[in-house]
Each structure stands twice: as structure tokens, then as C-alpha cells.
Nanobody, 118 residues
């Protein structure tokens, strides 16, 4: 059974940066995507950035967020720059799904909170 553990969330002022990490164990399906999702209070969970042999970003984060993966460390990263208050949400790492569609993902981490103040 795959396990995903996020870290790196926190509070930052608008314009600041954060780097999220997700340590992945027990997951070996290279035919499916891994990535980052977020859910703000009162809103549906949405895809932020996913990676397989290619990378996909939500339009709202293009040019500001960068997803990467270190296969040697089994760790997924999300570098978030130029943060905006509307980026505030619980961020989740997920694996085993398709594109930016959260309902297709099988494995989820527990989430890490990101709060951006204006």
C-alpha cells in the first residue's frame, strides 16, 4: 500500500515562496500521474500540478509553481513562488491518477496547510 507524507506548508506573506515536499513509499505505477492538489475552505479539491512523463499545471499557477520529482529520494516537490492569498488552501500530494482530475487518484497524503496573507 502506497504512503504519501507531505511537509513544508506554513504561513507566508503575498509574494513569498514555499516549497512543499512529499515522501512517497510503496508506489510503483509509472503509468499514472503523481502530483499536487489543493482544497480551500468551502471549495472543491482542484488539481495544481501533476507529473508523469510530462507535466501539467493548472492555469492559475502557471509560471509561479514548479513541480519536480527526485526518484533517488522518492520525493515529489512543489516550489511555489509569487504566492497570492487565493493560493491559501490545504495542499495534498496524490498518486495513481489521471491528469489534474482529483477523483481519479487512488492514493493521498494527509495534507499540509498553506496560508498566504495580503
Amino acid at each position: 500500500e502506497a504512503q504519501l507524507v507531505e511537509s513544508g506548508g506554513g504561513s507566508v506573506q503575498a509574494g513569498g515562496s514555499l516549497r512543499l515536499s512529499c515522501e512517497v513509499s510503496g508506489y510503483t505505477d509509472s503509468n499514472r500521474y503523481m502530483g499536487w492538489f489543493r482544497q480551500a475552505a468551502g471549495k472543491a479539491r482542484e488539481g495544481v500540478a501533476v507529473i508523469k512523463d510530462g507535466i501539467m499545471y493548472a492555469d492559475s499557477v502557471k509560471g509561479r509553481f514548479t513541480i519536480s520529482k527526485d526518484n533517488a529520494k522518492n520525493t515529489l516537490y512543489l516550489q511555489m513562488n509569487s504566492l497570492k492569498p487565493e493560493d491559501s488552501a490545504m495542499y495534498y500530494c496524490a498518486a495513481g491518477g489521471l491528469w489534474l482530475l482529483p477523483n481519479t487518484y487512488k492514493y493521498w497524503g494527509q495534507g499540509t496547510q498553506v496560508t498566504v496573507s495580503s
